[in-house]
């Protein structure tokens, strides 16, 4: 079985010859990189290209400051502490979300500004819409009892998720890559970033739940497809979907059991059937409401998604009784 | 001119000015703060890679509690140091400051039995979730408070100006927001300036990017008193390649939960320095390494740019990457890790000088201008200390706080600054981009008052810089006027300010006629206790420079001789 790891971001990369070792020793000293940078002002946006020397272990960052020193001049891009600490210099390098400080340069390198966020030049994005969205989670502790005085009592069992939440730098390269995120205004969910950033007290046991549970009904969590595109791009290498968003929504399901109406009624129909019956789900999640879209009923019909008959008499088959060791027992999700 | 008022304007968002800011609002004054960069993001507090443990906290005996403070005073501050202030400090960060930020819910790293992890040794510390990343959960838990406590927080908004009174009282600032180009002042009845311990100054510096000596050029144009302002840190082992990751450092301190620390190797592959077995005493080794690593380059077997190399190859990886950060630079430049080892050079750290402060109130020389953290002279840098300094910034303002009145701005004096902003952005000389000018300057001051310096080279420097004023300012191009995320226009911003400071640095540099820890001179190698156990204090008078010295009270630590060549003093 295939299980999630922290190594998301480094699938297929020995498969495809693609390790650390390889990026860091393809050039030589008097090579050069073609650098095409996605530039954007007022009056619109265009490419334009640079070859840059290559030096010694050269990151994405040290092309650009080479590009703002000798070509360039005017070239905005966002940078602060230049060593993976304070993420404020994300972009898209050949399609992909990377830390400009750590990222090693490619032969041929296209630099774009992160998606879904504004841009304000070049390659410097407004952070607000994400900023006001971790404030609005109020990402912060509330005791439910007095602290007890220095040191607590805390184990890192207790905090083994958290802590992997901790590591986040808020460098919004999760938020670029979902494709949740991308549809925009269409749900309400409110992104890997933020909800790491929530993670890390929401995860902590020392938070009271009703300060949790608050924080919670404001994330739209279960929008979430967890496709591990946020874990994929993550620089801390912070296992987001299995580490973080899914402890959360384990949490919230647990805490408003109203919000995950979805996944309890999917588990429910895969204990009760031993396999996923579209309908039921359909009728679970959406009432009696889901019978005013005949279209879409109608197609579901022709093309056999569904079993009105099937449906109503509750048939079950043969991985009815694995489906509910696995739901209940032991080896079941959290 | 839009004007904002608030009773404290705070420029700075690291450790020291966040902290003055909630405690200020604690107490009902209302504060403000400016941030060049992103609070949580930008600084040195940023980089604490742990956290020391002071007084007898956690179990410490009486000798390690002991050993903390003679660390502090001896290796950190070369005794130049109010002694009776760094005893306070500690008190304060044993009783009120671990309590404190683990309330809040920051979380000092436990092993899965609960016990809190630390680094033994004869001085012991502690880590925020991972060791080298502590600052990261610290100040993203001040940005959180800040956050909650509803403090106005204007981000990536350079301070430009202090501006007075009719008396000389400050009494506002000037900014400039980089995004958007709008200018704006701060009406404030005080100011606290905490812009931080380094700044980007030399060719290698851990200084961030928008680090460029603001605050003390502020100062000084405003007529405060400097101290120690050539008591330059410097990191020894800090990745050499690629430049980017210039303030990357490999921890030379003990490691949590282990016996042992990195250890540095020359270009002979001999070693030369490995904290824990060389001198355990010195927890954050930085100028023990520094001298170490002298005698190589006496020899040879290294360069202060490069040639020499640190790591962990005499460890178990899992001993390593258990508590700490450590092993992903390696990994990252395709390094096998533990087996290699990564080139490393120097790079210049904190400053231990800064603008002179009253510790006791951190009020400046100047009525109105308060301090706290790295850009006071009082002391070299720890997140604590600087911590502590907003504390008591905050003590001293509203003991002052009824004597300190609001006062409409001077029209004029603003108008002035927006005209030497535009007149900046509008810079249409012929030949060079300020970024150009700053990289100049930054290689002036490496290789004349760099690590190794003498007297002839820094009058060498001092005509480099004149120079760049007279030559190189008039002939300052930029090549975008555009008001919206400029860098180009803080850059022209910035170096006026760096060479502000680069003179002063290097005018106090030839004032120290000694060698003491990390500050190297050549003409006169020796520690001389005898003359320079004193303060340099640099005041402006009239157009030009007054030096005076101001002994310190030797009260707990003496360093117990008179004059000895500074190699061989171990501090």
Same mark, same amino acid.
């Given at each position: 079985?295939?299980?999630?790891?922290?190594?998301?971001?480094?699938?297929?990369?020995?498969?495809?010859?693609?390790?650390?070792?390889?990026?860091?020793?393809?050039?030589?000293?008097?090579?050069?990189?073609?650098?095409?940078?996605?530039?954007?002002?007022?009056?619109?946006?265009?490419?334009?290209?640079?070859?840059?020397?290559?030096?010694?272990?050269?990151?994405?960052?040290?092309?650009?400051?080479?590009? !703002?020193?000798?070509?360039?001049?005017?070239?905005?891009?966002?940078?602060?502490?230049?060593?993976?600490?304070?993420?404020?210099?994300?972009?898209?390098?050949?399609?992909?979300?990377?830390?400009?400080?750590?990222?090693?340069?490619?032969?041929?390198?296209?630099?774009?500004?992160?998606?879904?966020?504004?841009?304000?030049?070049?390659?410097?994005?407004?952070?607000?819409?994400?900023?006001? @969205?971790? !404030?609005?989670?109020?990402?912060?502790?509330?005791?439910?009892?007095?602290?007890?005085?220095?040191?607590?009592?805390?184990?890192?069992?207790?905090?083994?998720?958290?802590?992997?939440?901790?590591?986040?730098?808020?460098?919004?390269?999760?938020?670029?890559?979902?494709?949740?995120?991308?549809?925009?205004?269409?749900?309400?969910?409110?992104?890997?970033?933020?909800?790491?950033?929530?993670?890390?007290?929401?995860?902590?046991?020392?938070?009271?739940?009703?300060?949790? @549970?608050?924080?919670?009904?404001?994330?739209?969590?279960?929008?979430?497809?967890?496709?591990? @595109?946020?874990?994929?791009?993550?620089?801390?290498?912070?296992?987001?979907?299995?580490?973080?968003?899914?402890?959360? @929504?384990?949490?919230?399901?647990?805490?408003?059991?109203?919000?995950?109406?979805?996944?309890?009624?999917?588990?429910?129909?895969?204990?009760?059937?031993?396999?996923?019956?579209?309908?039921?789900?359909?009728?679970?999640?959406?009432?009696?409401?889901?019978?005013?879209?005949?279209?879409?009923?109608?197609?579901?019909?022709?093309?056999?998604?569904?079993?009105?008959?099937?449906?109503?008499?509750?048939?079950?088959?043969?991985?009815?009784?694995? !489906?509910?060791?696995?739901?209940?027992?032991?080896?079941?999700?959290? | 001119?839009?004007?904002?008022?608030?009773?404290?304007?705070?420029?700075?968002?690291?450790?020291?000015?966040?902290?003055?800011?909630?405690?200020?609002?604690?107490?009902?004054?209302?504060?403000?703060?400016? +941030?060049?960069?992103?609070?949580?993001?930008?600084?040195?507090?940023?980089?604490?890679?742990?956290?020391?443990?002071?007084?007898?906290?956690? %179990?410490?005996?009486?000798?390690?509690?002991?050993?903390?403070?003679?660390?502090?005073?001896?290796?950190?501050?070369?005794?130049?140091?109010?002694?009776?202030?760094?005893?306070? +400090?500690?008190?304060?960060?044993?009783?009120?400051?671990?309590?404190?930020?683990?309330?809040?819910?920051?979380?000092?790293?436990?092993?899965?039995?609960?016990?809190?992890?630390?680094?033994?040794?004869?001085?012991?510390?502690?880590?925020?979730?991972?060791?080298?990343?502590?600052?990261?959960?610290?100040?993203?838990?001040?940005?959180?408070?800040?956050? $909650?406590?509803?403090? /106005?927080?204007?981000?990536?908004?350079?301070?430009?100006?202090?501006?007075?009174?009719?008396?000389?009282?400050?009494?506002?600032?000037?900014?400039?927001?980089?995004?958007?180009?709008?200018?704006?002042?701060?009406?404030?009845?005080?100011?606290?300036?905490?812009?931080?311990?380094?700044?980007?100054?030399?060719?290698?510096?851990? %200084?961030?990017?928008?680090?460029?000596?603001?605050?003390?050029?502020?100062?000084? $144009?405003?007529?405060?008193?400097?101290?120690?302002?050539?008591?330059?840190?410097?990191?020894?082992?800090?990745?050499?390649?690629?430049?980017?990751?210039?303030?990357?450092?490999?921890?030379?301190?003990?490691?949590?939960?282990?016996?042992?620390?990195?250890?540095?190797?020359?270009?002979?592959?001999?070693?030369?320095?490995?904290?824990?077995?060389?001198? /355990?005493?010195?927890?954050?080794?930085?100028?023990?390494?520094?001298?170490?690593?002298?005698?190589?380059?006496?020899?040879?077997?290294?360069?202060?740019?490069?040639?020499?190399?640190?790591?962990?190859?005499?460890?178990?990886?899992?001993?390593?990457?258990?508590?700490?950060?450590?092993?992903?630079?390696?990994?990252?430049?395709?390094?096998?890790?533990?087996?290699?080892?990564?080139?490393?050079?120097?790079?210049?750290?904190?400053?231990?000088?800064?603008?002179?402060?009253?510790?006791?109130?951190?009020?400046?020389?100047?009525?109105?201008?308060?301090?706290?953290?790295?850009?006071?002279?009082?002391?070299?840098?720890?997140?604590?200390?600087?911590?502590?300094?907003?504390?008591?910034?905050?003590?001293?303002?509203?003991?002052?706080?009824?004597?300190?009145?609001?006062?409409?701005?001077?029209?004029?004096?603003?108008?002035?600054?927006?005209?030497?902003?535009?007149?900046?952005?509008?810079?249409?000389?012929?030949?060079?981009?300020?970024?150009?000018?700053?990289?100049?300057?930054?290689?002036?001051?490496?290789?004349?008052?760099?690590?190794?310096?003498?007297?002839?080279?820094?009058?060498?420097?001092?005509?480099?810089?004149?120079?760049? $004023? &007279?030559?190189?300012?008039?002939?300052?191009?930029?090549?975008?006027?555009?008001?919206?995320?400029?860098?180009?226009?803080?850059?022209?911003?910035?170096?006026?300010?760096?060479?502000?400071? +680069?003179?002063?640095?290097?005018?106090?540099?030839?004032?120290?006629?000694?060698?003491?820890?990390?500050?190297?001179?050549?003409?006169?190698?020796?520690?001389?206790?005898?003359?320079?156990?004193?303060?340099?204090?640099?005041?402006?008078?009239?157009?030009?420079?007054?030096?005076?010295?101001?002994?310190?009270?030797?009260?707990?630590?003496?360093?117990?001789?008179?004059?000895?060549?500074? &190699?061989?003093?171990?501090?």
């Amino acid at each position: 079985m295939l299980t999630p790891t922290s190594a998301a971001s480094r699938l297929g990369q020995t498969e495809n010859r693609d390790t650390l070792a390889l990026r860091n020793t393809r050039f030589a000293e008097d090579d050069f990189i073609d650098v095409s940078v996605r530039r954007f002002d007022e009056s619109g946006a265009r490419s334009q290209s640079f070859k840059v020397p290559y030096r010694k272990h050269m990151r994405v960052l040290d092309a650009l400051n080479w590009i !703002a020193e000798n070509e360039a001049t005017d070239l905005a891009f966002r940078w602060i502490c230049g060593s993976k600490m304070c993420g404020s210099c994300a972009l898209r390098m050949n399609g992909r979300e990377v830390l400009a400080c750590w990222e090693a340069v490619e032969p041929k390198m296209m630099i774009e500004p992160l998606r879904n966020l504004p841009v304000i030049r070049d390659l410097v994005v407004d952070r607000t819409p994400f900023e006001e @969205k971790v !404030a609005r989670l109020e990402p912060w502790i509330e005791r439910s009892a007095p602290y007890p005085g220095f040191p607590e009592p805390l184990s890192h069992k207790q905090m083994k998720d958290a802590s992997k939440a901790l590591d986040c730098i808020g460098c919004m390269c999760c938020y670029s890559a979902c494709p949740v995120i991308g549809l925009g205004d269409l749900t309400d969910f409110a992104g890997p970033a933020p909800l790491v950033q929530l993670g890390q007290t929401a995860l902590d046991p020392r938070n009271s739940p009703e300060k949790v @549970k608050r924080s919670l009904a404001l994330t739209g969590i279960f929008n979430c497809i967890s496709c591990y @595109k946020c874990e994929e791009a993550c620089p801390a290498a912070i296992p987001i979907v299995s580490r973080v968003i899914e402890p959360l @929504k384990a949490k919230t399901a647990e805490l408003i059991p109203g919000m995950a109406r979805h996944s309890h009624a999917l588990r429910a129909i895969i204990a009760a059937r031993g396999r996923v019956d579209p309908g039921a789900l359909i009728l679970r999640v959406q009432g009696l409401r889901a019978l005013a879209n005949f279209a879409r009923i109608f197609r579901l019909l022709l093309r056999g998604k569904i079993n009105p008959l099937k449906t109503l008499l509750v048939v079950k088959t043969a991985a009815t009784a694995p !489906a509910r060791r696995l739901l209940h027992g032991k080896a079941a999700a959290p | 001119m839009h004007v904002l008022s608030t009773d404290v304007a705070i420029i700075g968002g690291g450790a020291a000015g966040c902290y003055a800011a909630l405690n200020l609002h604690r107490r009902g004054i209302k504060p403000l703060i400016i +941030c060049k960069g992103l609070v949580g993001k930008s600084g040195a507090s940023l980089f604490a890679g742990n956290l020391v443990i002071s007084g007898q906290a956690l %179990g410490n005996s009486e000798t390690q509690a002991r050993n903390t403070a003679e660390f502090l005073i001896k290796y950190h501050n070369q005794f130049l140091i109010d002694q009776k202030w760094a005893r306070r +400090c500690g008190e304060w960060i044993e009783k009120v400051y671990y309590p404190e930020l683990e309330e809040l819910g920051l979380y000092f790293r436990r092993d899965d039995e609960g016990n809190m992890v630390t680094s033994p040794g004869a001085i012991r510390s502690i880590a925020a979730n991972v060791q080298g990343n502590s600052g990261v959960p610290f100040m993203d838990l001040r940005r959180k408070q800040i956050l $909650r406590a509803g403090i /106005p927080l204007l981000e990536e908004t350079v301070a430009t100006a202090l501006l007075r009174n009719r008396d000389g009282d400050i009494r506002g600032v000037f900014c400039l927001n980089i995004m958007t180009g709008e200018t704006f002042a701060v009406q404030a009845r005080a100011v606290v300036l905490a812009t931080g311990y380094s700044d980007r100054l030399h060719k290698r510096s851990t %200084g961030t990017r928008e680090m460029s000596a603001d605050g003390i050029a502020m100062a000084w $144009r405003a007529g405060a008193t400097l101290v120690n302002m050539e008591m330059q840190w410097w990191h020894t082992n800090d990745i050499a390649d690629p430049p980017t990751w210039q303030r990357m450092q490999v921890y030379p301190n003990p490691m949590l939960g282990s016996e042992k620390s990195a250890r540095m190797v020359n270009s002979a592959g001999e070693e030369f320095f490995n904290q824990q077995q060389d001198d /355990p005493l010195a927890f954050g080794p930085y100028t023990v390494q520094l001298k170490a690593l002298a005698k190589q380059v006496h020899a040879g077997k290294a360069r202060y740019d490069g040639g020499y190399f640190a790591g962990f190859d005499h460890c178990d990886p899992a001993e390593v990457e258990q508590y700490t950060t450590y092993a992903k630079a390696y990994r990252q430049l395709g390094l096998q890790f533990p087996q290699q080892l990564v080139e490393t050079a120097v790079t210049s750290h904190y400053r231990q000088g800064g603008i002179d402060v009253d510790t006791a109130t951190m009020r400046s020389s100047v009525p109105g201008l308060y301090i706290a953290g790295g850009v006071g002279g009082h002391s070299n840098g720890l997140i604590g200390l600087a911590t502590y300094d907003g504390k008591v910034v905050a003590d001293g303002i509203e003991a002052d706080f009824t004597g300190l009145k609001g006062e409409p701005l001077s029209e004029s004096e603003m108008e002035a600054e927006q005209r030497r902003l535009d007149r900046l952005r509008n810079s249409s000389g012929a030949r060079v981009s300020p970024v150009q000018i700053k990289e100049k300057l930054r290689g002036i001051m490496w290789d004349k008052v760099g690590v190794e310096k003498d007297a002839a080279g820094m009058q060498s420097a001092l005509e480099d810089i004149e120079q760049i $004023r &007279l030559d190189l300012l008039p002939d300052m191009a930029i090549a975008n006027r555009t008001l919206v995320a400029n860098y180009e226009w803080l850059d022209a911003i910035d170096v006026i300010n760096m060479i502000d400071a +680069c003179e002063l640095i290097t005018h106090s540099s030839l004032q120290r006629k000694e060698s003491r820890g990390p500050f190297f001179r050549r003409d006169f190698p020796a520690t001389d206790n005898t003359k320079w156990l004193a303060a340099n204090v640099l005041q402006k008078s009239g157009n030009s420079l007054r030096f005076e010295q101001r002994p310190y009270d030797l009260p707990f630590f003496q360093p117990g001789f008179e004059i000895r060549d500074n &190699l061989e003093v171990a501090w």
